[in-house]
């Protein structure tokens, strides 16, 4: 056998081996060692912008605000192929909603959730799309309620209604956009999703609301 050939047939092998290792290596870093990573310092981070949040309510100081935002974006910066969402998702749902409720300035928290969740809905499309635009209109709706800025309430209508144009059926939906509608007084509107509820499920705080809204639309003897 020709030595050339088999010295450039050996060299090949070693190609392959060197490349299907450097493969192996990426997959276990991609597929496993970052998400671990991300998910183990999530657990610290938010731990941490919580104990943050906590002080800066106390002290009345946005520099602690800061801090916690830092915190929490620590988690969010590790690449990943999986998890980001969830994470985002999680951030905003169960800690940014608490720290508005409980009287943190709401701009910069809303600063941070554009950064982070703008690609998210860019996108479309994710396994809990429809959860994304939940969390993102109670977000907003909540701030309304801190704030008494309508635009917040009109932002918060947005992704409820979008909402439920990927899930006409879903419950959550129909309820924020009923409640949304009756805090704008658009009772007509107010009245469309309340029959929309009543004809999948049976409840008589909204028939209740719904008679409400009836006699508010009935004009008076002065009219």
């Known amino acids: 056998m020709n030595l050339v050939y088999i010295m450039s ?36 981070a938010v731990r ?3 104990e943050l949040a906590a002080e800066a309510l106390q002290a009345k100081d946005i520099k602690k605000v800061e801090e916690a935002l830092n915190m929490a974006a620590l988690p969010l910066l590790i690449p990943s192929p999986i998890g980001q969402d969830e994470l985002v998702r999680n951030v905003v749902g169960d800690h940014f ?38 969390v993102l209109g109670l977000l907003m709706e909540t701030v309304f309620v801190k704030t ?34 009756v805090n704008q007084r658009d009772y007509a509107q107010a009245k469309k999703f309340g029959e ?14 719904l008679r409400a809204i009836t006699k508010n639309q009935q004009p008076t003897s002065n009219d």
């Open 196 to 209: 929309e509820i009543l004809s999948y499920w049976p409840d008589k705080s909204v028939e209740s609301a």
């Open 48 to 50: 941490a912008a919580d």
């Open 148 to 181: 008494g800025n309508p635009e917040y309430l009109e932002a918060a209508e947005a992704y409820f209604e979008k909402g439920h144009e990927v899930g006409p059926r879903r419950p959550q939906f129909l309820y924020r956009l009923f409640e949304v509608n």
């Open 97 to 134: 909603l608490g720290f508005i409720s409980a009287g943190l300035p709401p701009e910069p928290l809303i600063k941070f959730t554009e950064r982070f969740y703008t690609p998210i809905i860019e996108r479309g499309r994710s396994l809990n799309f429809s959860q994304d635009l939940y």
């Open 9 to 44: 047939h050996n060299t090949f092998r070693k190609i392959v081996a060197v490349v299907g290792s450097a493969a192996i290596i990426s997959i276990a870093i991609y597929g496993n060692y970052l998400p671990l990573k991300k998910s183990k310092t999530y657990l610290v």
